[in-house]
């Protein structure tokens, strides 16, 4: 079964200056990339790709990857509603996948900005503690309250089924 951990960053008013700006820069490539799904009529990520590619890179300053995710993004918001041009937050989710993340240890994540990758401590409560070995795929970055949390996705065993033995009583 797959669950969700929302995971608190320890950033520097450095650190926060990068993520936010990155974070500004992958939704101002999203909004773009909407907006020519939106003209287009199309919600084809390899059509698009081909497309707005290098002018989202060009533009946006953003990865290779960062580009990749960005129209993915955008792809999958426009298919939810195609009257629509999709629109997305300065402060929306960045997605980060294993090539532009990556975990150093339990207490640590490198994530990419537009700076280059910087190590941040997570501030890692005991409740998710023994969940974290089991992070799987993509993470989400997102901004609360001027706070950095990463939405990580980790794989937790299936509870026993519960059979009961006797019954106590039916009301």
Same mark, same amino acid.
């Given at each position: ?26 939704? *101002? ?6 907006? %020519? ?8 990520? $390899?059509?698009? !790709?081909? &497309? ?24 999958? *918001? ?6 629509? %041009? ?8 960045? $997605?980060?996948? !294993?090539? &532009? ?71």
């Amino acid at each position: 079964m797959m669950q969700t951990l929302k995971v608190k960053l320890d950033t520097s008013a450095e650190n926060n200056r990068a993520l936010l700006e990155t974070m500004h820069q992958f939704n *101002a490539a999203c909004n773009y990339v909407g907006e %020519k799904a939106f003209e287009l009529h199309t919600a084809n990520k $390899i059509e698009l !790709q081909k &497309i707005v590619y290098r002018d989202i890179r060009e533009m946006f300053g953003i990865s290779a990857q960062m580009a990749v995710r960005a129209i993915s993004k955008s792809c999958e *918001a426009y298919k939810r509603d195609k009257s629509i %041009k999709p629109k997305f937050d300065p402060n929306g989710a960045v $997605i980060y996948d !294993q090539r &532009i993340m990556s975990w150093k240890g339990l207490d640590r994540v490198s994530l990419l900005t537009l700076d280059g990758r910087i190590k941040l401590p997570v501030v890692i409560c005991d409740y998710h503690a023994p969940r974290l070995d089991r992070i799987r795929g993509q993470a989400d970055l997102i901004l609360q309250d001027g706070t950095f949390y990463l939405c990580v996705v980790v794989d937790v065993p299936e509870p026993k089924k519960f059979v009961p033995q006797n019954v106590l009583g039916v009301d």
